[in-house]
Structures are given as structure tokens and as C-alpha cells.
């Protein structure tokens, strides 16, 4: 089976850094990318980067903080995050593309992960 499983979310105060990971398995993808959706909120695109290409796009919040990575052996996408603000508090999902097409839109992926909370307090 395909699995999606994150790692490294947790509680931090405004300023902090996390690192989080996202463990592929049962197939490869052309793309991942992270998502994240806040209580009472749509989720929205974070990151995303191609496998292949090394491709990478940034939603305008994430930009010049955050910084997304692969280990394409390990089948492993990071999400590196700095100046971390209270805004940026949501449970954060990892997501797997097929054909790496519309990497910036959840329709592009069709597998995720259950989810890694990340709260900044201010």
C-alpha cells in the first residue's frame, strides 16, 4: 500500500525553527509538495517540489522562510521552516503526485499523509 507518513511538527514559540519530513512508500512519485489548513480555514498550498526536476514553487507566505527539499533514495521530502510566526500554526500534510502536474493545486496529488500539527505561540 502507499503511505504518506510526516514527522517533526510540534509546539514552538514565534521566531523557532522546524524541520518537517514526509516518508514515502509503496511507489514513487513525480511530485510532492506540503499543505496546511488551519482551524476554520481552507487548506492552502505550502511548498512543492518535483522529483525529477528539482522543480520548486513557494506560496507567498512560505517564501524566503521555509525551504522544501528530497531525498529522492530515501523517497523523502523536507519542509524546512524558519522565523516561524503564530499564522503559521495548522496541521501540515504531506502529498504525493503522480504526474507531477498542477503541483501547486490539491487536485495535482492524489495520495496524502495524515498530518503533523504544528502550533507557534506567539
Known amino acids: 500500500q502507499v503511505q504518506l507518513v510526516e514527522s517533526g511538527g510540534g509546539l514552538v514559540q514565534a521566531g523557532d525553527s522546524l524541520r518537517l519530513s514526509c516518508a514515502a512508500s509503496?511507489?514513487?512519485?513525480?511530485?510532492m509538495g506540503w499543505f496546511r489548513q488551519a482551524p476554520g480555514r481552507e487548506r492552502e498550498f505550502v511548498a512543492t517540489?518535483?522529483?525529477?526536476?528539482?522543480?520548486?514553487y513557494y506560496s507567498n507566505s512560505a517564501k524566503g522562510r521555509f525551504s522544501i527539499s528530497r531525498d529522492n533514495a530515501k523517497s523523502t521530502v523536507y519542509l524546512q521552516m524558519n522565523s516561524l510566526k503564530p499564522e503559521d500554526t495548522a496541521v501540515y500534510y504531506c502529498?504525493?503526485?503522480?504526474?507531477?502536474?498542477?503541483?501547486?493545486?490539491?487536485?495535482?496529488?492524489?495520495?496524502w499523509g495524515q498530518g503533523t500539527q504544528v502550533t507557534v505561540s506567539s
Open positions: 502529498a504525493g503526485g503522480i504526474l507531477g502536474l498542477r503541483m501547486t493545486m490539491s487536485s495535482g496529488y492524489e495520495y
Open positions: 517540489i518535483g522529483w525529477a526536476t528539482d522543480s520548486t
Open positions: 509503496g511507489r514513487t512519485f513525480s511530485s
